[in-house]
């Protein structure tokens, strides 16, 4: 099973999402994991590609600040930290074994769509922060779900969605370390049953 967490911006409450359905479902022993593009120096990577377009860092603290560190202490048994040079996709490859020798895995990312097809894949929207990345325009359309915070606004502040939100089931909430409601259900209707 795997769930991926995607969203329009930097910023947006990706993680406090990821870490509200690691929480939420934590009877799963969830490996969580969180791709970006940029470096974190203060990290040793657990593996490295010789070209450096990839490093792999397995989180080990649970007490952290760090966006891995609060999947731990949401209950995921496992949390790495995938950086991917630019938008080499080929490189996500690296995930395979993880994907295949883990039977729950949540990712936080929107670019693992170009490669994989999660089971369930939710956006987070937040309608206060205007930029919308052109990564997420690409993958809208494989929504199965959208995390709408504080949508006060119709139509929505971002050209050239709003067709593509009205075909998405959306979950509303102030802020995304909320679960909002129905939410729940909806995944538990996605995830394997006990």
Not at 84 to 113: G, Y
Not at 172 to 189: E, H, K, N, Y
Request: proline share 6%.
């Amino acid at each position: 099973m795997i769930v991926a967490v995607g969203g329009h911006s930097r910023n947006v409450g990706k993680t406090s999402v990821a870490a509200g359905l690691i929480y939420a479902f934590r009877k799963y022993s969830w490996t969580a994991i969180k791709i970006s593009s940029h470096r974190h120096a203060s990290i040793s990577s657990l593996k490295k590609d010789n070209e450096e377009n990839f490093d792999i860092y397995e989180e080990s603290n649970r007490e952290g600040s760090s966006d891995t560190s609060r999947f731990l202490a949401a209950g995921a048994g496992r949390s790495l930290w995938l950086r991917i040079k630019d938008d080499r996709s080929d490189t996500a490859q690296q995930l395979l074994p993880i994907l295949q020798s883990c039977p729950f895995v949540l990712i936080e990312s929107n670019r693992i769509v170009r490669v994989i097809r999660p089971d369930l894949f939710i956006m987070v929207l937040r309608f206060d922060t205007i930029d919308f990345k052109d990564s997420a325009r690409t993958c809208l359309h494989q929504a199965d779900a959208v995390i709408a915070v504080n949508p006060d606004s119709s139509p929505p502040p971002w050209e050239g969605i709003s067709e593509t939100l009205s075909k998405i089931p959306q979950f509303i909430t102030a802020d995304p370390r909320v679960m909002p409601a129905g939410l729940i259900d909806f995944v538990q209707s996605r995830l394997p049953d006990d």
